[in-house]
């Protein structure tokens, strides 16, 4: 404890938690007949083994699976004149594939971006379009492709896309 309060941590970033308590609260008071944060196994990676995730929601009368984002509202305009991107595009994708893996009938997928720096209901973008298995399996066997090249040449020599984002986090 600091002489003015409790020491902060200086790479504390509210985003995150901000993301974990808004999923929460959606799973205690939306949809109580849908399946909330369902774990499913997504498909294997050639040479690496199975993948699982986790959906946000999935309404079975709709075949509708769901995935929460809050991001903030520049993201959100652009993703509204540019479509929703690519990564969020096969990750829902990926857990569409899950929820027809564990069995249940699968029609559409949703990317529901809800702004963290908005209190304007009507700046929520929902990015909705049609299961497509060919996305799940094009994801798995790029990852597959990544991991055998991991494999072959270290992961300190993959080549990072620009708009990757950089962690400190160290595999």
């Given at each position: 404890m600091g002489e003015t309060?409790?020491?902060l941590v200086s790479d504390f970033s509210l985003f995150?938690?901000?993301?974990t308590a808004g999923h929460a609260q959606l799973e205690r008071t939306?949809?109580?007949d849908a399946l909330h944060e369902m774990k499913l196994y997504v498909g294997d990676v050639p040479g690496y083994g199975p993948i699982k995730?986790?959906?946000?929601?999935f309404i079975p009368d709709e075949g509708l699976v769901v995935d929460w984002k809050f991001v903030g509202l520049k993201k959100i305009k652009e993703y509204r004149s540019?479509?929703?991107?690519?990564?969020?595009?096969?990750q829902i994708?990926?857990?569409a594939r899950g929820c027809e893996l564990a069995g249940y009938g699968v029609k559409s997928v949703a990317v529901?971006?809800?702004?963290?720096?908005?209190?304007?209901i009507s700046d929520i973008f929902v990015h909705e379009e049609q299961y497509q298995p060919e996305m799940a399996a094009r994801a798995l066997e790029r990852a597959g492709l990544v991991y055998q090249q991991a494999l072959e040449k270290g992961w300190e020599?993959?080549?990072?896309d620009d708009g990757c984002w950089r962690c400190r986090n160290r595999w």
């Open positions: 309060g409790p020491t995150p938690w901000l993301g939306t949809f109580p995730g986790t959906t946000d929601l540019k479509g929703a991107p690519t990564q969020y595009r096969y994708q990926l857990y529901v971006f809800i702004p963290r720096d908005s209190g304007d020599e993959l080549p990072s």
